[in-house]
């Protein structure tokens, strides 16, 4: 039996690591078990980015509280709204304690997502939402800290339009900046906000 329990929490603790492809898998299933690993040194890291107003922010400035991170790209069509509706509903349940956790949307498509646009995007989710843009290196060292996989695909090769395939987990980091837990896409936010108040 703790033979078994060791094998789930090892396979978890693989599908955090691998993050993308793992994380598209788990899309298609409404509701992924959610499982914590202690992988603190192998998720998460320094980032240099720009916020919505235009100012150059670092991981550090978040330090003491709490942030809540997901990557994606404003013409997402589906899976980065209702994560980030998701996110807000977790925060509205958190109450007053959300004071201590900090909403962070990176994006994958820094060459649409400029700082401007970024600020018009995250507002819907709610007033403490961070958006963060940077170059296309800036982000995929980002992307890399926290095992977020994503390419760039044309559905429709007669136009330059594109669209970004990429893993979908929310990650929640301390107040110290380290790696807590993730949530798989479709986790209900009741559940999430149960899960953050645990450390709250
Ligand atoms: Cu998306």
Redesign the pocket.
């Given at each position: 039996m703790r033979g078994r329990f060791l094998t789930v929490i090892l396979a978890g603790f693989l599908i955090g690591a691998l993050g993308g492809a793992s994380a598209l898998f788990l899309t298609k299933r409404a509701e992924a078990p959610q499982v914590e690993t202690s992988g603190k040194a192998l998720i998460g890291g320094p980032f240099a980015l720009t916020d919505q107003t235009g100012k150059m922010v670092t991981d550090q400035d978040f330090r003491g509280r709490y942030m809540l991170i997901f990557f994606?790209?404003t013409h997402?069509?589906?899976?980065?709204?209702a994560?980030l509706q998701v996110m807000s509903a977790t925060l509205d349940g958190l109450g007053p304690k959300a004071a201590e956790v900090v909403p962070i949307f990176i994006t994958l498509d820094p060459e649409r997502d400029t700082q401007a646009i970024m600020g018009d995007y995250v507002k819907n989710f709610g007033p403490s939402f961070v958006g963060l843009t940077g170059s296309l290196e800036a982000i995929a060292e980002a992307a890399k800290a926290y095992r977020v996989t994503y390419s760039k695909f044309q559905e429709d090769k007669t136009t330059s339009d594109y669209s970004?395939d990429?893993s979908?987990l929310v990650y929640l980091m301390g107040p110290d900046g380290n790696y807590i837990t993730h949530f798989a896409y479709g986790t209900p936010a009741a559940k999430m906000t149960a899960t953050l108040r645990r450390y709250l």
């Open positions: 994606g790209f997402c069509p589906d899976i980065c709204p994560e970004i990429h979908a």
